[in-house]
């Protein structure tokens, strides 16, 4: 069936180290991925995306991997900050209109 | 702040009830997507319109429907109202049917 599923649920890091988020996708036949971010009271907010052409892409503080091979899609943010804290999403789109597939979320929890 | 609206942001009402949300795209966006968010099911698409028409269908239940105007905005429907459909109910925009989704602040609804 249909699944887009996270490794971790919640995830703690100290303010200044690295973070990474896992998910792990079903379909293979996804060509478009999407990370967002979903603050307490808040609608999701795009943080970065990529195309199954691809298998990196940066934006400003994070970056995306993809691996087509073992279908997984990881979010890394640089030097994380308290107002990273939040829950991510990763959502994909398996060419069924613009429908978008989420991921159960994890929560990122930064430590002052 | 995303560009999409989405009122009213709270409704309460009783089972049985019948309920309209609304939600205006960002200017220049013609595709509008519908999402469920519920503790237990996590975020659930239910349809997407592209300039009027309907272009994907998620599992969204016969007593919900959906349209989107000519002006662009959409109305989601939901009838009688069971206890189980208090969620989130969140719209988002694109330009076109197959890119980046911005997300509006979502409108909470709660059925006693």
């Known amino acids: 069936g249909e699944s887009v599923g996270l490794h971790l649920p919640t995830l703690s890091v100290q303010e200044g180290d690295n973070s990474i988020i896992n998910c792990a996708y079903s379909?293979?036949?996804?060509?478009?991925f999407i990370w967002y971010k979903q603050e307490s009271g808040k609608g999701p907010q795009f943080i970065i995306d990529?195309?199954?052409?691809?298998d990196k892409r940066q934006g400003q503080r994070v970056t995306v991997l993809l691996n087509k091979t073992v279908k997984h899609l990881s979010l890394q943010i640089a030097a994380t900050q308290p107002g990273d804290s939040a829950v991510y999403f990763c959502a994909e789109n398996n060419n069924q209109g613009g429908k978008l597939i989420f991921g159960q979320g994890t929560e990122l929890s930064v430590k002052p | 702040d995303s560009g999409v609206t989405q009122t009213p942001k709270h409704l309460i009402t009783a089972t049985g009830q019948r309920v309209t949300l609304r939600c205006s795209p960002r200017s220049g966006d013609l595709s509008v997507y519908w999402y469920q968010q519920s503790l237990d099911q996590g975020l659930q698409f239910l349809i997407q319109?592209?300039?009027?028409?309907?272009?994907a269908k998620g599992n969204i239940l016969e007593r919900f429907s959906a349209q989107q105007f000519p002006d662009l905005h959409s109305e989601l429907n939901l009838s009688s109202l069971e206890l189980g459909d208090s969620a989130l109910y969140f719209c988002?925009?694109?330009?076109?049917?197959?890119?980046?989704?911005?997300f509006g602040p979502g409108t909470r609804l709660t059925v006693l």
């Open positions: 988002a925009s694109s330009v076109a049917g197959f890119d980046e989704q911005f």
């Open positions: 319109y592209y300039n009027g028409e309907e272009r």
């Open positions: 379909n293979s036949a996804s060509d478009y």
């Open positions: 990529i195309r199954s052409n691809m």
